[in-house]
């Protein structure tokens, strides 16, 4: 079963406007991340929200879960030309912490 | 601020070929993993890592690939007959508790001729 699915798979908005992206797992988790991926980089990690939590804030990124929905969304308020890059979350499904799953992404491209 | 680093950045191999990537986690993370990406597609689990054993791995991580923390720094992946459809960007992480962030290195990208 597919684990961490994203929409929309693409998403190009004007800088200063906000962005969402949205995931949705199968399983039971214990918590959801999610990454950044500038094109052929590494993945760099943006914020982790735990299942007992709904939602949480780091600068100008908003997080929420619903755990009942089974899915998540990444807010990027006030997006930048430098936010251009992939989204993606990853969850670490019933095995709990060893074994990570990634959706596919949402490419954003954010215009000057 | 501490990272993962990761040798080679470029690796180019014939078919067939073994090849060892190395990674280098953060010192004191005790939970490794790697993890492949082909060329537009997603970033796909290969195996996880801790008390230097194998805690999961996924259908992809055949009797092909192995793992390996030789001394207190460094985790290898090995691919012992290199395959073309093994050419991807392989990404090591490592993490200092199980539910908490990983911390990704730059990856390795593998071409296979």
């Known amino acids: 079963s597919q684990q961490g699915e994203e929409d929309p798979q693409a998403l190009s908005i004007q800088e200063g406007e906000n962005a969402t992206m949205n995931c949705s797992y199968k399983?039971?988790?214990?918590?959801l991340q999610w990454y950044r991926q500038n094109s052929g980089r590494g993945l760099v990690h943006l914020i982790l929200i735990r299942s007992n939590e709904r939602e949480k804030h780091s600068g100008r990124l908003r997080v929420t879960l619903d755990t009942s929905k089974k899915s998540s969304s990444l807010l990027i308020t006030a997006s930048r030309a430098a936010d251009t890059a992939s989204y993606f979350c990853?969850?670490?499904?019933?095995?709990?912490?060893?074994?990570?799953?990634f959706g596919a992404g949402t490419r954003l491209f954010v215009k000057a | 601020e501490p990272e993962v680093t990761q040798t080679p950045s470029h690796q180019v191999t014939q078919m067939g070929q073994e090849v060892i990537l190395r990674c280098v986690p953060i010192s004191n993370h005790l939970y490794f993993y790697w993890y492949r990406q082909i060329l537009g597609q997603k970033v796909e689990f290969l195996v996880s890592?801790?008390?230097?054993?194998?805690?999961?791995k996924s259908e992809i991580f055949d009797d092909q690939f192995s793992v390996e923390r030789p001394d207190g720094s460094n985790f290898t992946l090995k691919i012992r007959s290199t395959k073309l459809e093994d050419s991807a960007m392989y990404f090591c992480?490592?993490?200092?508790?199980?539910?908490?962030?990983?911390?990704f290195g730059p990856g390795t990208r593998l071409t296979v001729l």
């Open positions: 890592f801790y008390n230097n054993e194998i805690s999961e």
């Open positions: 992480a490592s993490s200092g508790l199980i539910d908490n962030e990983q911390f």
């Open positions: 399983t039971s988790i214990n918590n």
């Open positions: 990853a969850t670490d499904g019933s095995t709990g912490g060893f074994k990570t799953i």
